[in-house]
T-cell receptor, first 113, second 115 residues
Framework: AQSVSQHNHHVILSEAASLELGCNYS??????LFWYVQYPGQHLQLLLK??????LVKGIKGFEAEFIKSKFSFNLRKPSVQWSDTAEYFC???????????FGAGTQVVVTP | EAGVTQSPTHLIKTRGQQATLRCSPI?????VYWYQQALGLGLQFLLW???????NRGNFPPRFSGRQFPNYSSELNVNALELEDSALYLC??????????????FGSGTQLSVL
């Protein structure tokens, strides 16, 4: 069965610290990978996506993610977080045959001033 | 351009009742997805409609059902409500076609509380 795992449920860090959120999936075929973010009181919105090409993808607000096929991973990074990055982050994966976007459980990130 | 709209924003029901949740996709979007977001469980896929037909269904009991209308809006019905159905129900839409690398546009959700 397909599954998406996010390693941390809660992360607390200070402004200017670096952030890395882990995401692993279980599926041997070709996948499309996404990170979505849900800011407090707002809709889920796309942060970045990967479907082919350069495995290092850059998204909005200084976020980037690296697809490592051999590790079935798509980790999200930001070198220096801001208070406004406080949000819940969801990794999501799909494949042509799935008919759905499979989400991880989410990571709540709190950035303290 | 209006985003994905969902109604009602909040819904309070008691066990055994039925709930109806509504979703209007972005104009031009034909695919509608429903997800359940329960605390600590992330988003669980419920249903996918495209061009008026159910294309895929998640691992939920048959009392979760829905439909898509000719104008591409959608309804999610939950019968015989149980306490554990309390969650945020999110609707998302996607433009014409079934490109799996296209992003979904999400609504704000309906918070269903079952007492």
């Amino acid at each position: 069965a397909q599954s998406v795992s996010q390693h941390n449920h809660h992360v607390i860090l200070s402004e200017a610290a670096s952030l890395e959120l882990g995401c692993n999936y279980s599926y041997g075929g070709t996948v499309n990978l996404f990170w979505y973010v849900q800011y407090p009181g707002q809709h889920l919105q796309l942060l970045l996506k990967y479907f082919s090409g350069d495995p290092l993808v850059k998204g909005i607000k200084g976020f980037e993610a690296e697809f490592i096929k051999s590790k079935f991973s798509f980790n999200l990074r930001k070198p220096s977080v801001q208070w406004s990055d406080t949000a819940e982050y969801f990794c999501a994966v799909n494949a042509q045959s799935w008919g759905k976007l499979q989400f991880g459980a989410g990571t709540q990130v709190v950035v303290t001033p | 351009e209006a985003g994905v709209t969902q109604s009602p924003t909040h819904l309070i029901k008691t066990r055994g009742q039925q709930a109806t949740l509504r979703c209007s996709p972005i104009s031009g979007h034909t695919s509608v997805y429903w997800y359940q977001q329960a605390l600590g469980l992330g988003l669980q896929f419920l249903l996918w409609y495209d061009e008026g037909e159910e294309r895929n269904r998640g691992n939920f009991p048959p009392r979760f059902s829905g439909r898509q209308f000719p104008n591409y809006s959608s309804e999610l019905n939950v019968n015989a409500l149980e306490l554990e159905d309390s969650a945020l129900y999110l609707c998302a839409s996607r433009p014409v076609g079934t490109a799996t690398n296209e992003k979904l546009f999400f609504g704000s959700g309906t918070q269903l509380s079952v007492l």
